[in-house]
């Protein structure tokens, strides 16, 4: 069973996830959905090995990726993952530049690099004019896509995405989730998210985390079944505070989960049900 702790041995020490044990197959599309705050986050980080179970164990092709714990770093070649915000992944002087950088990390020559870099970049559907920007440079969607370049020309065979479409326009959603599944068409796919809407257009199955427990593991369908009823999406021109302080007045709201969009706010609701009747 998968456990990870926070500061241990200290008086912050916190249970971030306990006790969660999965099997991922070879070709998965697996949706890991939770509030802010479940260990969602936290779980996938241990999947690629950027951080270290406190108990239990990872394995890769069956064999448990902290065996040796040099040898990590080919770990996460192997499971790349692209981070909820793509500036943390951009660093480089141009943005052909930023997708190389992982495959020349693993011994690839200058020109097989490029190689890869490019038909990465063609196949998230970069603008070749766009490879020799800053990537500071680039819309939300572009960094997003080429964040995930950057991984994809390392050719992982598990690719984790952490909240792929936050903070991004409607239009923008639509194609990044047309670009993720055409991902899963090729790898195996993990995609962390806090809207069940999210997984259920593009996942196979979905698991739901919540205080660091596996509360439900099903797929997208039977689970919208029953929790869709309670749960609502919605996108504002308000910003959050000016959100929540009228949704406070609406007695059937029983929770607010809130991001920022565009100008506004995007937020999804948690509903009390026998207000809502009584409504």
Not at 53 to 65: E, M, N
């Amino acid at each position: 069973d998968l456990a990870y702790r926070y500061s241990p041995g200290t008086p912050f020490e916190k249970t971030a996830v306990d006790g969660v044990n999965i099997q991922v197959e070879k070709g998965e599309f697996l949706g890991v959905i939770g509030h802010t705050g479940s260990g969602k986050s936290t779980l996938i980080q241990m999947l690629n090995g950027l951080l270290r179970p406190t108990s239990g164990q990872v394995l890769l092709d069956g064999k448990d990726i902290w065996a040796e714990p040099k040898k990590i770093r080919a770990v996460r070649f192997q499971v790349g993952m692209v981070f909820q915000y793509p500036e943390y992944q951009l660093f480089e002087e141009t943005v052909l530049k930023d997708i190389m950088f992982g495959p020349k990390n693993m011994g690839l020559t200058d020109q097989e690099a490029e190689t890869r870099a490019r038909e990465a970049a063609h196949f998230t559907g970069l603008k070749e004019e766009l490879l020799e920007k800053s990537p500071f440079e680039l819309s939300g969607g572009e960094k997003r896509r080429a964040a995930i370049a950057g991984v994809i020309a390392m050719d992982p065979d598990v690719l984790i995405l952490d909240e792929p479409t936050v903070g991004l326009d409607p239009l923008q959603i639509i194609e990044i989730r047309d670009l993720i599944r055409q991902l899963g068409e090729k790898h195996t796919v993990i995609l962390s998210s806090h809207i069940l809407s999210e997984v259920q257009a593009i996942c196979e199955s979905v698991l739901i985390i919540a205080h660091g427990r596996l509360v439900a593991f099903d797929t997208p369908q039977n689970l919208e079944k029953a929790i869709a009823p309670n749960r609502l999406e919605l996108c504002a021109d308000a910003q959050e505070a000016e959100l929540r302080a009228i949704l406070a007045q609406v007695p059937a709201v029983a929770g607010v989960e809130a991001q920022p969009w565009q100008n506004g706010c995007r937020a999804v609701l948690t509903l009390d049900t026998a207000a809502l009747h009584e409504e």
